[in-house]
Every structure is written in structure tokens, then in C-alpha cells.
């Protein structure tokens, strides 16, 4: 995935609360696409909180997705800012619960990605024609 520009989200930010409880509820509709892929869902995603070490956390994308039942494992997929140990292409095993959105790129549209819709509709205009010209999908 190419990587828009970071996007950061308070700790008392309902709407990216919200956002997360959504991804979380809808986490088994990814993990019944993710063991039976169509062939026109090229990308699996998942985004996982990490603790950082001023007491917020950093959310993550994993790409190489896997899921053993109660685990996803798959590798760093954007650069961590925050996270000093971890870094692009890290082999990495998170907890279904530490999950904090997932995404699928199908017919070359984003299906899922509850985080990043909330980052893109609060970008201005001129923000937005940025953020969709690092995207490797389309938002429908």
C-alpha cells in the first residue's frame, strides 16, 4: 500500500471510537472473505493498536494477512512513527482484539477501512485529492 500522509486521532475522538467498534463488529465478515477470497480481492489489511511510550498507541497496518483462529500474524505494512521497535516489513502476531480496522481492495475498490473513511471525510478538499492520490483503491 502506498502511504498517505499520517493522520492523527485524539484519545477522547468519539467518532474514531466509533469507527473501531465498527471494524471490530464487522471483523468476522473480513475473516470469512479473508479464508475464501474472491478473485477479484487482491489486498487483505488489517490495522492493530500498539502501545506507545507516552501512555497513546500508534495503529498499524499489517499486509500479508493471515488468521489461525484467534490470531492475525502478517508483516508491518507502514512505516511506524511512534513505535520505535517496530519497523516496515517486521513479521508481527496481534490479538483479534487489538484489531482497529481492516480493509479488502476488491475490483480495485476499498471495501471496509471504517478508520480511514473518518480520516479522509474530515480532509479539506484539496486534502482529500492528496490523500486518494496515495490510495491504491477507490473510496465508493
Request: net charge neutral; hydrophobic share 35%.
Amino acid at each position: 500500500m502506498n502511504e498517505p500522509p499520517i493522520t492523527t486521532f485524539q484519545n477522547d475522538d468519539k467518532e474514531f471510537a466509533h469507527a473501531i467498534a465498527e471494524a471490530q463488529r464487522t471483523l468476522d465478515l473480513f475473516i470469512g472473505q479473508l479464508q475464501n477470497p474472491k478473485p477479484a480481492q487482491t489486498y487483505f489489511s488489517v490495522k492493530a493498536r500498539f502501545p506507545t511510550s507516552k501512555g497513546n498507541a500508534e495503529h498499524i497496518w499489517l499486509d500479508n494477512v493471515r488468521y489461525d483462529g484467534s490470531k492475525f500474524s502478517g508483516k508491518i505494512g507502514n512505516t511506524p512513527q511512534s513505535v520505535k521497535n517496530l519497523h516496515l516489513g517486521d513479521p508481527c502476531i496481534i490479538d483479534r482484539e487489538n484489531i482497529t480496522d481492516w480493509m479488502i481492495v476488491e475490483d480495485g475498490r476499498l471495501v471496509g477501512g471504517t478508520t480511514i473513511r473518518l480520516a479522509r471525510s474530515r480532509k479539506s478538499p484539496a486534502e482529500r485529492i492528496e490523500f486518494d492520490r496515495h490510495a491504491t483503491f477507490r473510496f465508493e
